[in-house]
């Protein structure tokens, strides 16, 4: 633990888990709330490893469900802009 | 006194209405290299979207083709050029909603946010938050084990099992990488709905992998006595 972690209050697993998706999401505006959390998960195992876990899980969502307009679509759209 | 109107005025008056219908045609020029361009920069995510809002891809291009009519009949309302993906999901999310959503083969269950299935979550959250530290060693082991498993396939048999707006928020915020404040702007709904989505919509995902990956023997039983 640096210098710096002591002054940081810690918050328990169920309060960090309550904001792990938002964390992952950079949806964390609060620096306060945010310091809590990291500082949380460098000594808590669990959380840490859950907050790869679901950052390794939505990596392969954002990959999985990414789709190529099909060739028929693309000249369709094409088309129809040329009329407007 | 009114004074005479002369052939200068005449000429002035003439040359004036040329160079407006110039601007207005320059300016027309102008939109629509721009609605060009940014159509071919989102194509495949609006064909995204439509195709997870569909389930459908004959539906999904209509719906994608239907929006950008829409959205050009629509482009003086656009009032911030770099908002144009946001502002093109929100179009073709109303489309789906008023034209489309009823061919739905499934029923929609936009109630769900109201009514959720509390036994459902409690048992993801059952299982990711009170698991051992060895069991979450095993769940968190992605390089050998659990998520290098889930196909492609499986994740999106999870995708399209979500309730409609858990689906939705999840592909806009998770997939697409729109902000929560933006995914609220395209689905007209508070951000906090949007955070409380996210959550629920990913514990739902991860119910549905879990389930998958135990009908498919990537879970064993006596794994889960650990």
């Given amino acids: 633990m640096t210098h710096d972690d002591n002054h940081i209050e810690d918050i328990d697993c169920t309060e960090a888990i309550g904001h792990l998706y938002a964390y992952l999401d950079d949806e964390i505006d609060d620096m306060e709330s945010l310091a809590k959390l990291e500082n949380h998960m460098k000594h808590c195992k669990s959380c840490f490893t859950r907050s790869e876990v679901e950052r390794a899980l939505s990596g392969r969502i954002q990959k999985a469900a990414k789709s190529h ?15 407007f | 006194m009114a004074r005479e109107c002369t052939i200068s005025d005449h000429r002035h008056a003439v040359l004036a209405r040329h160079l407006e219908t110039i601007s207005f045609i ?8 721009f609605f060009s361009r940014s159509i071919e920069e ?20 209509d719906l994608v083709a239907e929006s950008v009519a829409r959205a050009w009949s629509a482009i003086e309302s656009l009032d911030d050029k770099q908002r144009f993906r946001p502002w093109l999901f929100r179009i073709l999310h109303n489309c789906f909603i008023s034209d ?27 299982l990711m938050i009170n698991q051992s530290d060895d069991f979450m060693h095993w769940w968190a082991n992605p390089e050998k084990e ?22 939705t928020t999840v592909m806009l915020v998770n997939v697409e990488g729109l902000s929560y404040d933006e995914a ?37 039983d006596n794994q889960l006595q650990r």
């Avoid at chain 2, 320059?26 to 290299?33: F, W």
């Avoid at chain 2, 936009?110 to 459902?120: A, I, L, V």
């Avoid at chain 2, 659990?146 to 689906?167: C, D, S, V, Y």
């Fill in chain 1, 69 to 83: 307009a099909p060739a028929s679509l693309q000249n369709r759209l094409r088309d129809l802009i040329q009329k």
């Fill in chain 2, 26 to 33: 320059m300016k027309k020029d102008n939109t629509k290299e």
């Fill in chain 2, 42 to 61: 989102t194509m495949d995510s609006i064909y995204g979207l439509a195709l997870r809002l569909t389930r459908n891809p004959a539906d999904a291009e």
């Fill in chain 2, 100 to 126: 489309y959503r009823k061919k739905s083969v499934r029923p929609n269950e936009t109630s769900y946010d109201e009514s959720p299935d509390k036994n459902g979550e409690d048992e993801i959250v059952a």
């Fill in chain 2, 146 to 167: 659990f998520i290098n498993q889930l196909l492609g396939e499986n994740i999106l048999k999870a995708i399209e099992n979500l309730p409609e707006a858990f689906r």
């Fill in chain 2, 184 to 220: 609220a702007e395209v689905l007209c709904v508070p951000p906090g709905t949007i955070h409380s989505r996210m959550k629920r919509g990913r514990t739902l995902l991860q119910k549905e992998l879990w389930d998958q990956a135990k009908e498919e023997g990537l879970i064993l």
